[in-house]
Each structure stands twice: as C-alpha cells, then as structure tokens.
C-alpha cells in the first residue's frame, strides 16, 4: 500500500476512533441495554453485568464503554452513580434505568452481548462471589475484612491487567 493510501487510512481511522469517543455511552446506557435484553433482575446481578461488561471492554475492545468508576463495597464492585439511580430497590426492571441502549457502539455491544452470554446465567450470588476470589476487587480492598466498608476505586488499568491475563493472545 503506497504512503498516501496508508495516511490516508491512518487519517480516517482516526477520526472514526475520535467520533466514537466524542459519543462514549454512560453505565445507564449499558444498564439500559442489559434489561432490555435479560429482563428484570436484582440490582447487584446489574452492577456485577455492568463490571463485567467494562472490564472485558478493556481487554477486547482495549477502551472503556463507560466514563464511570466502580468501587470495592463488600458485595462485590459497585459504580456508585448507577447505585444511586436504583437505590432502595431489589430488583429492577427494563426500562427501569434511564439509559440510551443505542448510544453503545457495536463493539460495545458486541462485548455486552458477550459477557451476558457467559456471565447472565449466574445468580447475583455467585457474581459477587466471584468478584470476591479476583485481584481487582481484592487489590482495590487492600485487606479490608470480608462485609467491612470500603469504596475504594477498582482501577480501569487493574482490570485491563487482571482479565486480559486471560486472553490467548495477552502479551502479543
């Protein structure tokens, strides 16, 4: 490919990339796309979809589908803006969240989609149980008792580290 045709691809890419930053979804938009594809369920099942859902966006699609933090609380990581929107309830509904499902790009909801497939049939137990056994909610804890307080923030890089380790393709 002559120089020109590759700057040239180089210059749209670019813009491509800059326009789906200009337009990142919220956690709401992903909360919102959840519901509407597994329908009601309990809030701490859709934190831990919503953790799970930024972390593997991390690894696969190497950006964040979200601007929003999560925090090492007892249960499990917890976004404290999302938590504040359904506070008090234990279970919510599609629809229950406001959110825009179509302000993910396709490969964020490539990556949703993904993470639903192998993480939705678990119960919200045993979603919190797993975060329990893995570096970047433990990390972020730093040693914390089991049921102590803490929001503590789950850093976007110790997720990109601890999943991405398990990627075939980790270190290429």
């Known amino acids: 490919m002559p120089f020109v045709h590759r700057y040239e691809y180089h210059k749209t890419k670019c813009y491509q990339l800059a326009k789906e930053s200009e337009k990142m979804a919220t956690i709401f938009d992903v909360a919102s796309y959840i519901l509407s594809k597994q329908?009601?369920?309990t809030t701490?099942?859709?934190?831990?979809?919503?953790?799970?859902?930024?972390?593997?966006?991390?690894?696969?699609?190497?950006?964040?589908?979200?601007?929003?933090?999560?925090?090492?609380?007892?249960?499990?990581?917890?976004?404290?803006?999302?938590?504040?929107?359904?506070?008090g309830?234990?279970?919510?509904?599609?629809?229950?969240?406001?959110?825009?499902?179509?302000?993910?790009?396709?490969?964020?909801?490539?990556?949703?989609?993904?993470?639903?497939?192998?993480?939705?049939?678990?119960?919200?137990?045993?979603?919190?149980e797993l975060t329990h056994h893995e570096s970047p909610w433990l990390d972020a804890r730093g040693g914390l008792k089991e049921g102590e307080r803490c929001n503590a923030v789950i850093t976007n890089s110790a997720m990109a580290e601890y999943y991405g380790s398990f990627t075939d393709n980790h270190g290429a």
Request: some cysteine.
């Open 89 to 128: 309830l234990f279970r919510i509904e599609k629809g229950g969240i406001p959110g825009d499902p179509d302000a993910i790009n396709k490969d964020g909801k490539e990556t949703i989609d993904a993470v639903l497939k192998h993480y939705a049939p678990m119960s919200a137990y045993q979603l919190s």
């Open 39 to 41: 329908g009601t369920m």
């Open 44 to 87: 701490m099942k859709l934190e831990k979809l919503c953790y799970y859902s930024q972390a593997w966006s991390l690894v696969w699609d190497e950006r964040p589908l979200f601007n929003e933090e999560f925090q090492a609380w007892a249960n499990g990581p917890v976004c404290p803006k999302l938590y504040h929107e359904h506070k």
